[in-house]
């Protein structure tokens, strides 16, 4: 909980507080009132604003100066060009080779240095990405396999929630590394023990197919199984179907 107060501090004033807004379509179709955190609304259009300014405002000066590297299928690469280009920080992003062009063209339009990979799956691009920055010692950013990120991304979002909307007690969460999902379950079980957070993925995901196979995945209570252990202990923890 400390680590996600660290983060809201240094979020405070850097990142929009999105509403949350009353959906009539869902309430109708669920029987009982639904609202949406409306982090589409976000600086760069998403909620990896967050951790992409928490992890890189904490890096050292040394760090700063030799830059990183990342690896995005699209939204996590534009929050990291953005805050990179902000604080001064060379950023090299590596994307599966079939990524959203829409999202390809606003890395670079961020002054990043985009390199599409050949292959299409995001997990074997990652392997290029972290052995390019390991040759070439720079930190290695993840999108959801760190506590800071788990902390941003998806515990103070969590924060703002709870404030926000006191009465609700069911959350249901996209999951895709679990970066989100891991971070925002862990303080609303925290806070909330009562709660149910129920995460879902789409059946062709990588974090569903993680959880066709694999240690733990008989065990899990997500929906689907991220990528990463400590991501999904954090989840599967606080979680249910």
Known sequence: MTLIQDARR???GRIRRTPIEPSPALSEAAKVPVFLKLESLQLTGSFKIRGAWFVLSRLSADERQRGIVTCSAGNHGKAVATVARELGIPTE???PRDVDQAKYEAMVALGARVIRSDFEGYDDTQEVAR???ARSGRPFLTAYDDARILAASGGTLAAEVVEDCPEARTFLLPVGGGGLAGGFAYYVKTVRADSRVIAASRAASAGSASMRSGPGSTASRCSA??????VYGSCSSATST
């Open 93 to 95: 992003i590596h994307v």
């Open 131 to 133: 052995a390019e920055a």
């Open 225 to 230: 199984r991220p990528r990463s252990s400590r």
């Open 10 to 12: 240094a979020l405070d």
